[in-house]
């Protein structure tokens, strides 16, 4: 355990430029905040690079988590409370952060997977619908997120928070050239599928089976052209109320959700 108490450590220093995103690329590390999301974060002992908790998480709530940390060699940084506050925008630190390395995944690797689904990501500017989005397809099993460069930073503290740990589980990728993927993932027989109020296809209408990728659009101009002309096919959520759209996150939550249902009842041969 070592102490710090100054504002100018380099630790600290680094720390607080991992909240733009110009210092998370520089570094190339981000940070999670509070307990529960440590405790995520050690079961990738890898990818840390140290863990800082404050005065009083210490004093008050010395948790078997700094055991653990420091057993597989960790390094873990005591902070004055006032200094470890400057270094969150929470409302409440619980007074313990960690420190990673970003995460690198093989798209490669997922491909080789069967059924595979993808969701695409475009341009989605809000760090709590796009961590809602990433929340949302761990727990309908998604295997991959695919973003264009104009999407949040999956690394935003914000963005971080929302996912609440699901992060860690589900593969973010950013592409330069979303069409050129789109274009590779038809190669490697994905059905292509975008979310559009203009869609002539109802979703629970449509085969679900097999590798598919869906498109979600921007929070208010939606999928953008290009991406639509290279889909096979437009989907929509039927609604019945006033309301002319639903919230992004909202969206992809309902569409997940009607592939999971839709694969599980195949494979339980119910359709």
């Not at 839709?262 to 494979?267: A, D, F, G, V």
Request: hydrophobic letters at 40%; charged letters at 30%; aromatic letters at 8%.
């Amino acid at each position: 355990m070592i102490n710090i108490s100054s504002a100018e450590n380099p630790l600290v220093k680094e720390v607080k430029s991992l909240s733009t995103k110009k210092g998370r690329e520089k570094t190339g590390k981000f940070f999670v905040e509070g307990l529960k999301f440590v405790k995520e974060a050690l079961e990738y002992p890898s990818d840390i690079c140290y863990i800082m908790v404050s005065e009083k998480f210490f004093s008050s709530y010395f948790d078997s988590i700094i055991n653990t940390a420091e057993e597989r060699g960790i390094k873990i940084y005591k902070l004055i409370d006032s200094l470890f506050e400057k270094l969150t925008d929470t409302e409440t630190p619980q007074g313990i952060l960690c420190v990673l390395k970003k995460l690198k995944f093989d798209m490669q690797e997922i491909l080789k997977k069967q059924n595979k689904f993808f969701i695409l990501v475009d341009n989605v500017q809000d760090p709590g619908n796009f961590g809602t989005i990433i929340r949302t397809a761990d727990a309908f099993g998604v295997d991959l997120i695919l973003a264009t460069k104009g999407t949040v930073d999956v690394y935003n503290p914000k963005v971080v928070r929302s996912t609440m740990g699901s992060i860690f589980r589900v593969p973010v990728i950013y592409e330069e050239d979303m069409v050129s993927c789109i274009k590779r993932l038809k190669g490697e027989g994905f059905k292509i599928m975008s979310a559009s109020l203009d869609g002539r296809s109802i979703l629970d209408r449509v085969d679900l089976d097999g590798n598919i990728a869906v498109i979600l659009g921007n929070e208010s101009r939606g999928v953008r052209k290009e991406f639509l002309g290279e889909s096979d096919e437009l989907v929509k959520i039927p609604m019945v109320g006033k309301a002319e759209s639903l919230n992004v996150s909202i969206a992809s939550g309902i569409i997940m959700y009607e592939v999971m249902k839709y694969r599980l009842q195949k494979k339980m041969g119910m359709i």
